[in-house]
């Protein structure tokens, strides 16, 4: 799930049965779902990124394989085009764009969880190898957050992690930063008032419903409200400066029900 042109997609997928190349998109002010084009490639635990009026859509899995495939989406054509490989084979891998440029680490090739990461050039069409992790990362998270690409949680092949590095493509090195204060992948990630957060996902025992944030001035994580469901290999976005955002509120919603039972009775 990725905001995108104040509208939400959901890409691809797996309903237990098979994986999807279908794309459908939720406008937040009509409350409308709208089926969108297709991708070429079905793929689930794939990674999205947005930079400038194009969405992406990297690796996954169809069904039957892990791929290096890389899609992008043009609204305006309602088309998705291929753009080139990426150097690896990944899936449950993830991505985020910083300075115009996308950048995805980690992830599973089909026999292992990898620590390389890779940077694209939309200009030129090329990725490049970036100097690897320093753990291996699976059903981890990308953020591009202050300047620099955080890597979160995940999972290195035999334990969920705390631990979370950034990387600095100034300096092209890889840095640990606090962990959180317990381990995590298959989680969610969002981005408000210049705090991060990560919500849900499963912590090497159960799916749980914690969440925390990263405050980068104390370099510190601090517990907040957990979700009403524990829920794993979820997603989230920031939506901002939509109309309706009042409707999405916890105030919002009891209002609109109060609206409701007023004018029904």
């Given at each position: 799930m990725?905001?995108?042109?104040?509208?939400?997609?959901?890409?691809?997928?797996?309903?237990?049965?098979?994986?999807?190349?279908?794309?459908?998109?939720?406008?937040?002010?009509?409350?409308?779902?709208?089926?969108?084009?297709?991708?070429?490639?079905?793929?689930?635990?794939?990674?999205?990124?947005?930079?400038?009026?194009?969405?992406?859509?990297?690796?996954?899995?169809?069904?039957?394989?892990?791929?290096?495939s890389?899609?992008?989406?043009?609204?305006?054509?309602?088309?998705?085009?291929?753009?080139?490989?990426?150097?690896?084979?990944?899936?449950?891998?993830?991505?985020?764009?910083?300075?115009?440029?996308i950048?995805?680490?980690?992830?599973f090739?089909?026999?292992?969880?990898l620590?390389?990461?890779?940077?694209?050039?939309?200009?030129?069409?090329?990725?490049?190898?970036?100097?690897?992790?320093?753990?291996?990362?699976?059903?981890?998270?990308a953020v591009?957050?202050?300047?620099?690409?955080?890597?979160?949680?995940?999972?290195?092949?035999?334990?969920?992690?705390?631990?979370?590095?950034?990387?600095d493509?100034?300096?092209?090195?890889?840095?640990?930063?606090?962990?959180?204060?317990?381990p995590?992948?298959?989680?969610?990630?969002?981005?408000?008032?210049?705090?991060?957060?990560?919500?849900?996902?499963?912590?090497?025992?159960?799916?749980?419903?914690?969440?925390?944030?990263?405050?980068?001035?104390?370099n510190?994580?601090?517990?907040?409200?957990?979700?009403?469901?524990?829920?794993?290999?979820?997603?989230?976005?920031?939506?901002?400066?939509?109309?309706?955002?009042?409707?999405?509120?916890?105030?919002?919603?009891?209002?609109?029900?109060?609206?409701?039972?007023?004018?029904?009775?």
């Amino acid at each position: 799930m990725i905001w995108h042109q104040e509208k939400i997609y959901v890409i691809g997928g797996f309903d237990g049965n098979q994986c999807f190349n279908s794309v459908r998109c939720y406008d937040p002010v009509t409350h409308v779902w709208e089926e969108k084009g297709c991708m070429y490639v079905q793929r689930c635990y794939v990674s999205v990124a947005v930079v400038g009026d194009y969405l992406y859509a990297l690796g996954g899995y169809d069904g039957h394989r892990r791929n290096k495939s890389c899609e992008r989406y043009d609204s305006a054509k309602n088309q998705w085009s291929f753009i080139a490989n990426m150097h690896n084979i990944r899936s449950d891998a993830s991505a985020d764009s910083l300075e115009g440029k996308i950048y995805i680490a980690g992830g599973f090739n089909g026999t292992q969880v990898l620590d390389s990461a890779e940077c694209y050039d939309p200009a030129t069409n090329e990725w490049t190898l970036i100097p690897n992790m320093n753990t291996p990362r699976s059903g981890v998270k990308a953020v591009a957050f202050r300047n620099y690409l955080f890597v979160i949680g995940g999972f290195n092949g035999s334990n969920r992690l705390s631990t979370v590095e950034r990387y600095d493509k100034v300096t092209k090195m890889w840095t640990f930063v606090s962990p959180m204060l317990g381990p995590r992948s298959n989680f969610a990630t969002a981005i408000i008032n210049d705090l991060l957060y990560v919500i849900g996902g499963f912590n090497g025992l159960s799916t749980i419903a914690s969440a925390e944030l990263y405050d980068p001035l104390t370099n510190s994580w601090r517990p907040v409200t957990d979700l009403n469901l524990n829920r794993s290999a979820l997603s989230a976005c920031r939506v901002s400066n939509i109309s309706t955002a009042h409707e999405y509120s916890y105030i919002g919603s009891v209002a609109l029900q109060e609206s409701v039972g007023s004018s029904s009775s």
